[in-house]
């Protein structure tokens, strides 16, 4: 028998536990389960933000076949350099200054395992004990949880429903001191359907400027809208603020499982070189595992022969998308959409729980309708927004009015008899 008394060295991060347990997944894995089996009806998924399953949103055959030329090569078998290998890297840097007023070199770009690793890169080399980082709220949280692992402070600053979900800069004013290093923006928008035009986002330059800051640009969006705003990139204001801009091939080729991402360096006054970030951000990918090597070498055909047709169709769906979420939310009593989206796959709508008899929260609300109905929204709190719901438009829209349908049903079953 072993001896019962014996201490192990090893504990749990408690703080971990409460980040992954608020994870999208998790909120998504436990809403899976709780769907009732007996219901006839298919299930609607509007939480994820990954609609590659969907004929509508298949990916273009020019991707499909830059994979299978690549691999059949024979040329990308091998270790790539931790930065990634140089033609994937030019052409990236190509694609993006065709939206910049300078040139961005292949020597800007990193490549990692999707925007997560990106992420993950870019908080890590920013943690300094004492230092601090400023996160939009509502956001992706994938930046707390980030934050959290590498133990490097948060501070929430407000995006204003009433104003577009803009940036409160005012807040953003307040939080900073001596120890803030940099604020998110995530633009288009998740989970508000956001776009920014380009004068908030040379206020968003100024004011970090000013603080002394860089900017974190989460542009895994970039060039998905389809209201008034254009997709203007951060990086366009790079001499005013150094920038930091995260992406990848994940959203806008409908492709998330190809893990293909970028951190990109646009900051043409050379800041973050001086500060040896830059060297920072390549020691880090040299102890990191890289995206696959033969997804590396088919990227130049990927961005250079694609067709604006793909987009064209994807944007036109998606617009159809947004437009039957925000006029079918007007009829349903219980949600209120303070801003139409104009960009990215998602909208936040607000739950009038004062309307509903025995819904007590967003989690509340969540579970009951997936029970009842089969549709999966995530809960305002996993984003950041207690009693709010996100909701994924990017899925096939005949399905969309079927879901909205389903909670119209729902709010109407749950309603306070006046
Ligand atoms: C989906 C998403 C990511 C992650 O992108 P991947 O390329 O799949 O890793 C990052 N940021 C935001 C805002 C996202 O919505």
Redesign the pocket.
């Known amino acids: 028998m072993e001896n019962k008394s014996k201490q192990w060295r090893f504990k749990v991060r408690k703080d971990l536990t409460s980040v992954s347990e608020f994870s999208i997944r998790s909120v998504l894995g436990k809403l899976y389960r709780a769907i009732d089996a007996t219901d006839t009806r298919p299930p609607i998924y509007l939480g994820h933000?990954d609609p590659s399953t969907f004929p509508c949103f298949r990916t273009t055959p020019v991707a499909e076949n830059s994979i299978v030329d690549a691999l059949r090569s024979a040329k990308f078998n091998g270790y790539a350099p931790g930065v990634g290998i140089l033609p994937a890297r030019r052409a990236i840097a190509e694609h993006l200054s065709s939206n910049l007023p300078y040139k961005l070199s292949a020597d800007d770009v990193n490549l990692t395992s999707?925007?997560?690793q990106a992420?993950e890169v870019v908080i890590s080399v920013l943690t300094q004990p004492g230092a601090n980082i400023l996160l939009p709220r509502p956001a992706?949280p994938?930046y707390e949880a980030r934050a959290t692992f590498s133990k490097l402070e948060f501070r929430h600053f407000d995006l204003l429903s009433e104003k577009g979900w803009e940036v409160d800069l005012d807040a953003v004013e307040a939080l900073a001191d001596d120890n803030t290093v940099a604020m998110v923006i995530?633009n288009p928008g998740?989970p508000c359907g956001n776009v920014y035009s380009y004068q908030h986002l040379q206020k968003i330059a100024e004011t970090a400027s000013k603080l002394g800051i860089m900017v974190i640009a989460?542009e895994?969006y970039d060039r998905i809208t389809f209201g008034s705003n254009p997709f203007v990139p951060m990086g366009t204001f790079g001499s005013i603020v150094p920038v930091i801009t995260v992406g990848?091939i994940?959203?806008r080729w409908v492709v998330?499982g190809w893990r293909l991402?970028w951190l990109v360096i646009t900051d043409p006054n050379g800041i973050l070189k001086e500060t040896k970030i830059v060297e920072s951000i390549h020691g880090y990918l040299n102890i990191c595992s890289d995206p696959a090597t033969f997804i590396q070498g088919a990227i130049p055909k990927i961005l250079e022969d694609t067709k604006e047709d793909f987009f064209k169709n994807i944007l036109n769906t998606l617009r159809q998308a947004s437009d039957i979420c925000y006029e079918k939310i007007k009829d349903i009593d219980c949600l209120t959409c303070p801003h139409k989206p104009e960009g990215s796959m998602f909208v936040m709508v607000k739950l009038n729980l004062s309307l509903l008899e025995d819904i007590v929260d967003d989690i509340d609300f969540c579970f009951k309708l997936v029970k009842e109905e089969s549709v999966v929204l995530i809960p305002g709190i996993t984003v950041g927004l207690k009693n709010w719901v996100r909701i994924t438009f990017a899925i096939e829209p005949s399905s969309l009015e079927d879901a909205l349908g389903r909670i119209k049903s729902f709010g109407q079953r749950h309603a306070k008899n006046q």
């Open positions: 933000g999707g925007c997560f992420i992706f994938t995530i998740n989460d895994v990848s994940s959203k998330p991402g």
